[in-house]
């Protein structure tokens, strides 16, 4: 029997595994976004996550805003984390702490209302985040067995080439991850939209694979109840330039990510997933929420294919950028982390790409740089299911 | 797709696939796998290499990617002029 496969990563009290070490400031709303920017540059390396969100929303959207703050806060990327609050808003200090808590991780939170306006928080929060640097400087990386990681797949930029090269390529790492243990996130529900007869028989059990359809069938009556239909966003005239004629087309492409393993859940959007092996979630194909569902969901690595030229990151989990074709891969060269265009040129099989995308994945995992970190790429938005009101 | 018919300017994804897609830019002329070309293929499009009527629906990856809008011959450029989306509001 051959030893599990083990990487470098940061070990955490839920049982999964961090491939960076994140002290997180995380404002509760968009009014405490300015002073976390701020606090963050007390301490080198530290990020802070401004958003948009957080007040004046309703319903499932709220939820979502909460659950999506929470599980980011949450994720095995982060360290520590200080919440900085405003006083008055809908998202409360007291439950993304409560989230982190559960998490096992140091947490500490600050109202700027409270503190005595924004300078008065700025100096207080510095204070705070310098003490939580020092309760996790000693945390170093252990061997951690894979099935402590949760790997997250997106394909942005979409061409002609990802249903050929990457996104195929990706569905073989898919496959190798989860028989090492891993749980793999596939999302961007739009993007299964034709191919969804493809899920059942997917389902570890029919019930998921019910669950599965059912998910992109609703998405297309979101469409439809818009009175819209997709022309001009999905396929976007960029996926249109690279050959992509319509959504079908697009979405056989996309769902070559998800490998051939069973599908094990079928998650809601910024959902923790419960179990290993191949999980799907449901997200908007938009890049910059799915990928921030995904990282909400607790993926701490994603590997991300793109055939216009993507540059998307991700503020708290390294983003593996793979290009479809040599072309791009030579033109946007400082974006790319791995060229999936030699499979269509004959000069790397479909195999061999794998066993280097593969070790590049557990580098990565490891503490590699992407060319999106080296870039500063930190793209975050959060899904939205209702108007602000 | 390492089972599909393949060439180095062209791949077929299945054998009931109505299009080929083109690997490299490929010119009007040129006969590829045994159709020629009735126009400029970019990189990453596809040909037609049977027949499609109006109304069909157009198989790639052995699956319907959408309708023809118009009849199409072997070699035409399949794309958004002659090919269209059935789902989620479109083609109705």
Redesign the interface.
């Known amino acids: 029997m051959t030893p599990p496969i083990v990487f470098p990563g940061y070990p955490r009290p839920d049982g999964t595994a961090g491939t960076r070490n994140i002290l997180l400031v995380l404002p509760t709303v968009a009014c405490s976004a300015h002073v976390a920017t701020q606090i963050a540059q007390a301490v080198p390396g530290a990020i802070a996550l401004p958003h948009q969100h957080g007040c004046a929303q309703i319903g499932d959207d709220a939820d979502t805003t909460l659950r999506t703050l929470a599980g980011i806060a949450s994720n095995p990327n982060i360290a520590a984390v200080l919440v900085v609050a405003l006083g008055c808003e809908q998202v409360q200090a007291t439950d993304l702490a409560h989230a982190v808590r559960q998490a096992g991780k140091p947490v500490e939170t600050l109202g700027i209302q409270q503190a005595g306006g924004t300078s008065a928080a700025i100096t207080r929060g510095a204070a705070l985040l310098q003490q939580l640097a020092a309760q996790v400087a000693d945390q170093r990386r252990e061997p951690c067995p894979l099935d402590r990681l949760i790997l997250a797949t997106e394909c942005g930029g979409s061409d002609a080439f990802s249903g050929l090269t990457a996104n195929p390529l990706v569905g073989l790492i898919a496959d190798r991850a989860v028989d090492a243990g891993a749980t793999v996130i596939v999302s961007e529900t739009t993007e299964f939209i034709g191919a969804e007869h493809l899920l059942p028989p997917r389902g570890a059990t029919p019930e998921i694979g019910r669950q599965a359809r059912q998910m992109v069938i609703d998405c297309e009556n979101t469409c439809c109840r818009y009175g819209a239909d997709l022309t001009g966003s999905n396929p976007s005239p960029g996926n249109i330039e690279g050959g992509l004629t319509t959504i079908e087309e697009k979405s056989l492409g996309c769902l070559c990510k998800a490998g051939s393993s069973p599908i094990n859940q079928v998650l809601p959007y910024a959902q923790r997933p419960t179990t290993h092996g191949l999980v799907l979630m449901d997200t908007p194909g938009n890049d910059v929420e799915s990928t921030a569902g995904m990282a909400a969901g607790g993926a701490s690595l994603i590997l991300f294919t793109t055939g216009r030229g993507t540059p998307l990151g991700c503020p708290i989990a390294p983003v593996l950028k793979i290009a479809t074709n040599t072309p791009l891969a030579t033109h946007m060269a400082e974006n790319i982390d791995f060229n999936a265009g030699l499979i269509a040129d004959g000069k790397l099989s479909m195999d061999k790409a794998a066993d280097a995308l593969w070790q590049l994945t557990l580098a990565v995992a490891a503490g590699r740089l992407t060319a999106a970190e080296r870039l500063g790429h930190r793209e975050f938005g959060i899904r939205r299911t209702a108007p602000t009101l | ?2 089972k599909a018919p393949r060439s ?1 300017r062209a ?1 077929v ?1 299945d054998p009931a696939d109505h299009v080929a ?3 490299v830019p490929l010119a009007a002329g040129q006969v590829v796998d045994g159709i020629t070309l009735a126009a400029d293929i ?5 040909f037609a290499r049977r027949a499609i009527p109006t109304g069909t629906p157009v198989l ?2 052995g ?4 309708r023809a809008t118009t009849p199409i011959t072997p070699g035409q450029h ?3 002029h002659n ?8 083609g ?1």
Do not use: D, F, W
């Not at chain 2, 699956?63 to 959408?66: A, K, L, R």
């Not at chain 2, 090919?83 to 479109?90: E, K, V, W």
């Open positions: 797709m390492s180095r791949i994804l897609t083109a690997l970019p990189a990453g499009h596809k790639k990856y699956q319907p990617i959408g399949v794309h958004t090919l269209i989306s059935a789902r989620a509001g479109s109705n």
